[in-house]
T-cell receptor, first 117, second 108 residues
Framework: GAVVSQHPSWVICKSGTSVKIECRSL??????MFWYRQFPKQSLMLMAT?????????EQGVEKDKFLINHASLTLSTLTVTSAHPEDSSFYIC?????????????FGPGTRLTVL | RKEVEQDPGPFNVPEGATVAFNCTYS??????FFWYRQDCRKEPKLLMS???SGNEDGRFTAQLNRASQYISLLIRDSKLSDSATYLC?????????FGAGTRLFVKA
């Protein structure tokens, strides 16, 4: 099946620093990638939808200047948490759609656990 | 009202038991439905899609009731390895919405 990787798998950083998370589709081209955040014991919350070569579409309440998304190629999307604060500590998961612009078939990365001290 | 609602559980069942989860959704125009499984500190993994006619995959049976806007998952002959959080997922055609999940613990 389709494989999606994320790097790093976990990161601990000081408050105020920026953290970049990479999401790669390893064996297929992903026109659309999704970024989710999950707090403990809560559901996955979609943060943004990223289409290759265009600006990401952010969900209501997600600050686009704080969570920078770049989808420069068909196999790579990055999420940068700028000036991270403790409340940004969460589990960040990306997914990639094998079918262009489809929300149906999503393959998830293993997630990145971010802890901001 | 949440767009997708699930009983958070936890459901504690012995091995071999049959357990059922329900999930309700609010958008009547929702187009596709899924059950995902998420283990602790891991990413969600697709368990099965849910079709109007109902579908079965081994010990797992999923059903959809569009009139009442709910979907269900039945697990027969529970195994210890079934212990996980089960996420109900609804696709509205514009976005995918995850339920908060139902936790299942299967005990020996």
């Amino acid at each position: 099946g389709a494989v999606v990787s994320q790097h790093p798998s976990w990161v601990i950083c000081k408050s105020g620093t920026s953290v970049k998370i990479e999401c790669r589709s390893l064996d297929f081209q992903a026109t659309t990638m999704f970024w989710y955040r999950q707090f403990p014991k809560q559901s996955l919350m979609l943060m943004a939808t990223s289409n290759e070569g265009s600006k990401a579409t952010y969900e209501q309440g997600v600050e686009k200047d704080k969570f920078l998304i770049n989808h420069a190629s068909l196999t790579l999307s990055t999420l940068t948490v700028t000036s991270a604060h403790p409340e940004d500590s969460s589990f960040y998961i990306c997914s990639a759609a094998a079918i262009p612009a489809s929300t149906d078939t999503q393959y998830f990365g293993p997630g990145t656990r971010l802890t901001v001290l | 009202r949440k767009e997708v609602e699930q009983d958070p559980g936890p459901f504690n069942v012995p091995e071999g038991a049959t357990v059922a989860f329900n999930c309700t959704y609010s958008n009547s125009a929702s187009q596709s439905f899924f059950w995902y499984r998420q283990d602790c500190r891991k990413e969600p993994k697709l368990l099965m899609s849910v079709y109007s006619s109902g579908n079965e995959d081994g010990r797992f049976t999923a059903q959809l009731n569009r009139a009442s806007q709910y979907i269900s998952l039945l697990i027969r002959d529970s195994k210890l390895s079934d212990s996980a959080t089960y996420l109900c997922v609804v696709n509205t055609g514009f976005k995918t919405i995850f339920g908060a999940g139902t936790r299942l613990f299967v005990k020996a």
